[in-house]
């Protein structure tokens, strides 16, 4: 059997190895790796971070829990938009000032029962899914407290939530500007809700959004930062009297709540929190089409984040591993884990030998990037080997070269995992299914829609950048 057939081998016979490919044993190898190598304390920061960073992520994903907080003076409707959020009246709410008395929590349930097409898609996933949830946080009145109290209370809570919302129901009084400032130092994202929005016509409800925008918070928050809802609106309806005649009734209407949604999920995202966001949102009742769409979205692009972590990790391991059998198993390994990664980003439960199962479908299918091929093509590894073997990969003269060689090669290597994870992105974004098409036409449309040379080379700049290595430009152009 020829050597590459014997990588190939190595990486598809998995079956022996798989009791092996926990993502602990993942962890340890690829530490053992690190340090296992002669690598100066620079390349090993490039190299460990990134590990760590897969390594955080994963235990993000498996424990991570989120904290909403509201804050605001009496009646203002606070306890009614953490409701709206719900879709439950789960907080209680009242016209008398100061229904709340204490800080309250609830869960924002997941997996409800009520999904529309694109949420049930995921649904049999994420019933048994326990993983991520987002607690809601209700707060008195701040001028329901005495002064002392609620300052302590206030930045208590803060330090302990994700996101800050601060609600308020018209221009904003000293009180508010001032505890809205203090809530400020707790370094947290704050969205600031103008709430009862249904109570001003449009032209003094505009107005009043500019005020407060422009003159109130400027100093404070962004303009992105303030948002309007209806956590309860009244509504006017026409009722019927006993004697026939009609009448108007101000009823309790729908709440408008979506603006507030989004802009919490986009919060969220960008705090690295938007799985959590995601799986709750996803089931929170109403959620309508903008905001699916939404959630699509940001979930293709967490996943395009999982894949490049992937890829980075891969490539350094491969540019800085200088046994090539290592490269593979390593490689597979972080493949492995970033199966795992998206698998549970898609709220697709996947042991690990399903993940092995799925690369190994994927490899096959991929034919024309695997490892052998990889190796062989680019007849890298006997100079790789001999290298990387011979001298220590620290030793001075003999750097460059072997970095030009490793760099290419990881490039490709970081390369096939991109075309892994993007295939893998697909397989769940369609519900772990390959759809009608054959799993071999759906990698293969996948492979010819990717800009192969532009991913290499951003691929090599990252890592040039990453291992501080300098002049190299200069050497791969020689
Ligand atoms: N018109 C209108 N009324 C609202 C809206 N949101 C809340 N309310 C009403 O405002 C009153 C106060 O709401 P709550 O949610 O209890 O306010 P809160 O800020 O939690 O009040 P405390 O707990 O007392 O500090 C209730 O009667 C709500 O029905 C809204 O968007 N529009
Ligand atoms: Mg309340």
């Given at each position: 059997m020829s050597l590459d057939r014997e990588l190939d081998q190595t990486i598809l016979g998995f079956a022996d190895i798989q009791a092996e490919l926990n993502i602990c044993k993942a962890k340890d190898a690829l530490k053992e790796i690190v340090t296992n190598l002669d690598l100066t304390p620079e390349e090993k920061v490039g190299l460990d971070s990134e590990i760590s960073g897969l390594e955080s992520m994963l235990e993000k994903l498996e424990k991570a829990s989120v904290y909403i907080a509201v804050f605001g003076?009496?009646?203002?409707g606070k306890s009614s938009l953490l409701n709206a959020l719900l879709g439950e009246k789960l907080f209680e709410t009242g016209p008398i000032h100061g229904v709340t008395k204490t800080t309250k929590v609830r869960q924002w349930q997941l997996?409800?029962?009520?999904?529309?097409h694109i949420e049930s898609l995921f649904t049999n996933s994420l019933t048994?899914?326990?993983l991520s949830q987002v607690e809601l946080i209700d707060t008195p009145g701040i001028d329901e407290v005495d002064g002392k109290t609620r300052e302590l209370m206030a930045r208590q809570v803060a330090k302990q939530a994700d996101l800050l919302l601060f609600a308020v129901a018209g221009d904003i009084t000293q009180v508010e500007y001032e505890a809205l400032s203090s809530l400020r130092d707790a370094g947290k994202p704050i969205l600031l809700v103008f709430n009862k929005i249904d109570q001003y016509p449009e032209a003094d409800r505009l107005a009043i959004y500019n005020k407060i925008r422009d003159e109130r918070v400027r100093e404070l928050l962004s303009p992105d930062e303030i948002v309007m809802a209806a956590a309860s609106p009244l509504v006017a309806k026409a009722v019927q009297r006993s004697d026939g005649s009609l009448k108007v009734e101000m009823v309790r209407g729908k709440p408008q709540v979506e603006d507030l949604k989004l802009k919490i999920l986009e919060i969220l995202d960008r705090e690295g929190k938007s799985l959590v966001a995601l799986n709750s949102m996803l089931y929170a009742?109403?959620?309508n089409e903008q905001l699916v769409r939404r959630k699509m979205e940001i979930r293709s692009q967490s996943a395009d984040g999982v894949i490049w972590k992937g890829v980075m990790t891969k490539a350094m391991a491969i540019a800085l591993n200088p046994v090539t059998v290592l490269d593979l198993i390593s490689g597979a390994i972080i493949d492995v884990a970033m199966i795992l990664t998206l698998s549970k980003l898609y709220g697709i439960e996947m042991s690990q030998s399903g993940a092995v199962d799925l690369l190994q479908k994927i490899a096959i299918s991929m034919g024309g990037i695997t490892a052998s091929e990889l190796i062989a093509n680019l007849g890298l590894s006997s100079v790789k080997g001999l290298l990387g073997l011979a001298t220590p990969v620290t030793a001075g003269l003999s750097l460059a070269p072997y970095l030009s060689v490793a760099v290419t090669q990881a490039a490709v290597g970081g390369l096939s995992s991109y075309g892994i994870g993007q295939i893998t992105k697909t397989y769940l974004a369609n519900g772990a299914s390959w759809g009608e098409e054959s799993p071999k036409a759906v990698v293969n449309n996948i492979l010819v829609s990717l800009d192969e040379n532009s991913i290499m080379s951003r691929i090599k700049d990252e890592l040039i950048n990453k291992l501080k290595i300098k002049d190299f430009s200069q050497n791969q152009q020689q």
């Open positions: 003076m009496v009646g203002r997996g409800r029962d009520n999904s529309t048994s899914d326990k009742d109403d959620v």
